[in-house]
């Protein structure tokens, strides 16, 4: 258990719709990344908050926006979906904004399905 | 999207036999890091590597860190089943955000 918790951890809805994954990070972690991984690929960084703010963009759509708020939870919002947003999305969390360390620790992820 | 060449792609050995895999990009970075990704779950960290040309270990698994700081190798020892799974590198530039950079992953399937 890598204390960082998503949900929810399945979701399947339809083109067009909007939906919100949340993640809640390690206790004491003031970053929250945001990952995606589609089918067959590999982990493509989309956003990055660090205590509130954001800290860098990745390939994040214009469909789709972040925020972390004041409690340090984090939420993806995907809208107008389509088929090609079906993926697994990943929150990982980790102590610093910047510095020496790079560890990052993923929750179990979010399974997205749009149908 | 912006990924590390990893490779081999995919791996099928026996129980036993050892393991090496790599990673090398065009940019320079200043940390590698090392994830396991078993299905349906989220990637676990298994080696991070801070210094050009360090070495680590942590237990049947060893990393090192390219000179260059532009490539890292894992290797695994005598593996089992349990090591079956999704390996990925990632690498980190630095700066203002700790973002890593993942590598396209290598499949290992391990035969008893």
């Known amino acids: 258990d890598s204390g960082v918790t998503q949900t929810p951890k399945h979701l399947i809805t339809a083109t067009g719709q909007r939906v919100t994954l949340r993640c809640s990070p390690r206790?004491?972690?003031?970053?929250v990344y945001w990952y995606q991984q589609s089918l067959d690929q590999g982990l493509q960084f989309l956003i990055h908050y660090y205590n509130g703010e954001e800290r860098a963009k990745g390939n994040i759509l214009e469909r789709f926006s972040a925020q972390q708020f004041p409690d340090l939870h984090s939420e993806l919002n995907l809208s107008s979906l389509e088929l090609g947003d079906s993926a697994l999305y990943f929150c990982?969390?980790?102590?610093?904004?910047?510095?020496?360390?790079?560890?990052?620790?993923f929750g179990e992820g979010s399974r997205l399905t749009v149908l | 999207g912006q990924q590390l060449n990893q490779s081999p792609q995919s791996m099928f050995i026996q129980e036993g036999e050892d393991v090496s895999m790599n990673c090398t990009s065009s940019?320079?970075?200043?940390?590698w890091l090392w994830y396991k990704q078993d299905p349906g779950e989220g990637p676990v960290l298994l080696i991070a590597l801070y210094k050009a040309g360090e070495l680590t270990s942590n237990g049947r698994l060893t990393a090192q860190f390219g000179i260059t700081r532009k490539d890292s190798f894992l290797n695994i020892s005598a593996s089992i089943p349990s090591d079956v799974g999704i390996y990925f590198c990632a690498g980190r530039y630095g700066g203002a955000t700790n973002k890593l950079i993942f590598g396209t992953g290598t499949l290992l399937a391990v035969q008893p």
């Open positions: 990982a969390s980790s102590v610093q904004g910047s510095g020496t360390t790079g560890e990052l620790f």
């Open positions: 206790s004491g972690d003031l970053s």
């Open positions: 940019s320079i970075f200043n940390t």
